[in-house]
């Protein structure tokens, strides 16, 4: 018999022995029926998992959940944010001590958009304004007013200071932001237009709206080029827009879970594109994408990313745990970033479908994601107040 295991006892300090005579029952355990040893709490468990932080530094500056996040195409550090606390802020990756608020909207800052240059910066808000703002001197540039509604995007000409913005109010806004001037003003449209954008030459805008149409204007004089609706295109509101590179494909996702590709000139679907389930929310062409020869990625609600070719059928289809929120395609490279309702950033390579990393921080959905200049650096803004940069660099 092997020898009694001392036991001590708390109330004299001394110790005890148990042996065979104090035995009262003998049971049988089925080892199959033992937990194993991180199902509560062990090292592996899933409480622990969750409080996982891959984040190298987390903005705290606002008081609200957060909307957008941009990166400055010139300067690797600095980042904005908005969000629902009717702020803007402008602040550096690394920096912590550093920030400075793109104050006076009078609702929340939905949307942001640095000028090529990096010089300025123009911030969207739900009053119907957009403010721009000067990098270097931490001021206020103009104020630009026009639309009734809330702005639901804002965009740069890829040649200029001129800035285009979509509202709730069914219109499209251009400004000179040099001469605070403005320009054009695009209406046709029967619903918010959700989406838009400049051709990379700069020579068209494309813009999505709720009313299920997608206008393709002449920015000079406003008029309307194309607009494409009705069957083979979307039955529901369009969600999000992507251009290609060489300015003659738009591709646009919709609620109802479709997504088609139309040639920008004829205004004709010359794609369409069935694998999503629910809303799609995100799309992005890869940067080398022309129009005999293009990559393109799609999330959505249905928590899948899905990578399309010219082919028309998926080259992958990525599975998420919750709804794909946001996607971008990381520079010079094969990976694509997607910002999830789980609150976490996973990076996919899209040749093999593989997802090589998963970063962990939010607590709740992420609603925006950009990359830095450098492609050092992923900023993600999440509806729980907090902006976190995660290091990519390896996938540059």
Same mark, same amino acid.
């Not at 708390?10 to 199902?39: C, H, Q, V």
């Not at 004709?268 to 995100?282: G, N, Q, R």
């Not at 990525?318 to 976490?344: F, M, P, Q």
């Given at each position: 018999?092997?020898?009694?295991?001392?036991?001590?006892?708390?109330?004299?300090?001394?110790?005890?022995?148990?042996?065979?005579?104090?035995?009262?029952?003998?049971?049988?355990?089925?080892?199959?029926?033992?937990?194993? +040893?991180?199902?509560?709490?062990?090292?592996?468990?899933?409480?622990?998992?969750?409080?996982?932080?891959?984040?190298?530094?987390?903005?705290?500056?606002?008081?609200?959940?957060?909307?957008?996040?941009?990166?400055?195409?010139?300067?690797?550090?600095?980042?904005?944010?908005?969000?629902?606390?009717?702020?803007?802020?402008?602040?550096?990756?690394?920096?912590?001590?550093?920030?400075?608020?793109?104050?006076?909207?009078?609702?929340?800052?939905?949307?942001?958009?640095?000028?090529?240059?990096?010089?300025?910066? +123009?911030?969207?808000?739900?009053?119907?304004?957009?403010?721009?703002?000067?990098?270097?001197?931490?001021?206020?540039?103009?104020?630009?007013?026009?639309?009734?509604?809330?702005?639901?995007?804002?965009?740069?000409?890829?040649?200029?200071?001129?800035?285009?913005?979509?509202?709730?109010?069914?219109?499209?806004?251009?400004?000179?932001?040099?001469?605070?001037?403005?320009?054009?003003?695009?209406?046709?449209?029967?619903?918010?237009?959700?989406?838009?954008?400049?051709?990379?030459?700069?020579?068209?805008?494309?813009?999505?709206?709720?009313?299920?149409?997608?206008?393709?204007?002449?920015?000079?004089?406003?008029?309307?080029?194309?607009?494409?609706?009705?069957?083979?295109?979307?039955?529901?509101?369009?969600?999000?827009?992507?251009?290609?590179?060489?300015?003659?494909?738009?591709?646009?996702?919709?609620?109802?879970?479709?997504?088609?590709?139309?040639?920008?000139?004829?205004?004709?679907?010359?794609?369409?594109?069935?694998?999503?389930?629910?809303?799609?929310?995100?799309? +992005?062409?890869?940067?080398?994408?022309?129009?005999?020869?293009?990559?393109?990625?799609?999330?959505?609600?249905?928590?899948?990313?899905?990578?399309?070719?010219?082919?028309?059928?998926?080259?992958?289809?990525?599975?998420?745990?919750?709804?794909?929120?946001?996607?971008?395609?990381?520079?010079?490279?094969?990976?694509?970033?997607?910002?999830?309702?789980?609150?976490?950033?996973?990076?996919?390579?899209?040749?093999?479908?593989?997802? +090589?990393?998963?970063?962990?921080?939010?607590?709740?959905?992420?609603?925006?994601?950009?990359?830095?200049?450098?492609?050092?650096?992923?900023?993600?803004?999440?509806?729980?107040?907090?902006?976190?940069?995660?290091?990519?660099?390896?996938?540059?």
């Amino acid at each position: 018999m092997n020898a009694p295991s001392p036991v001590n006892d708390e109330d004299n300090g001394e110790d005890t022995f148990i042996d065979e005579s104090d035995i009262i029952n003998e049971y049988e355990i089925d080892e199959e029926e033992l937990p194993d +040893a991180d199902e509560e709490g062990g090292s592996d468990g899933e409480e622990e998992f969750d409080g996982v932080d891959d984040s190298i530094h987390i903005f705290t500056g606002h008081t609200g959940e957060l909307y957008t996040a941009a990166c400055s195409p010139t300067d690797g550090a600095l980042v904005a944010t908005g969000a629902g606390d009717d702020k803007g802020f402008m602040w550096r990756i690394g920096q912590g001590d550093w920030a400075f608020e793109l104050q006076g909207h009078q609702d929340s800052v939905s949307s942001l958009s640095f000028s090529i240059d990096g010089q300025l910066i +123009a911030s969207g808000s739900l009053d119907g304004v957009v403010k721009v703002w000067d990098t270097a001197k931490e001021e206020l540039k103009c104020t630009l007013e026009g639309p009734s509604g809330g702005i639901e995007w804002v965009r740069w000409h890829p040649k200029g200071h001129l800035v285009l913005a979509g509202a709730e109010d069914s219109s499209v806004w251009m400004w000179n932001a040099d001469r605070a001037a403005y320009l054009n003003v695009f209406t046709g449209h029967g619903e918010s237009v959700t989406c838009g954008d400049f051709t990379p030459d700069g020579k068209t805008i494309c813009s999505g709206s709720d009313d299920a149409t997608m206008r393709i204007w002449n920015p000079k004089t406003a008029e309307i080029i194309h607009v494409v609706r009705g069957h083979p295109y979307h039955t529901q509101g369009i969600t999000c827009l992507t251009i290609s590179s060489d300015s003659t494909l738009v591709l646009t996702g919709s609620s109802d879970g479709s997504v088609h590709v139309v040639n920008i000139s004829t205004g004709k679907v010359v794609s369409s594109l069935s694998a999503h389930s629910d809303s799609v929310e995100c799309a +992005a062409f890869e940067a080398r994408s022309r129009r005999d020869n293009w990559r393109v990625a799609t999330g959505g609600m249905d928590k899948k990313l899905v990578i399309w070719d010219q082919h028309s059928s998926p080259r992958c289809i990525c599975d998420h745990e919750e709804g794909v929120t946001c996607l971008l395609w990381l520079a010079g490279s094969r990976y694509i970033a997607t910002g999830c309702a789980d609150g976490k950033v996973r990076i996919w390579d899209s040749l093999s479908g593989a997802c +090589a990393k998963m970063l962990s921080g939010h607590s709740d959905a992420i609603q925006s994601i950009a990359a830095s200049s450098t492609g050092e650096f992923l900023v993600s803004a999440s509806i729980d107040g907090t902006a976190r940069v995660f290091e990519i660099a390896e996938f540059r």
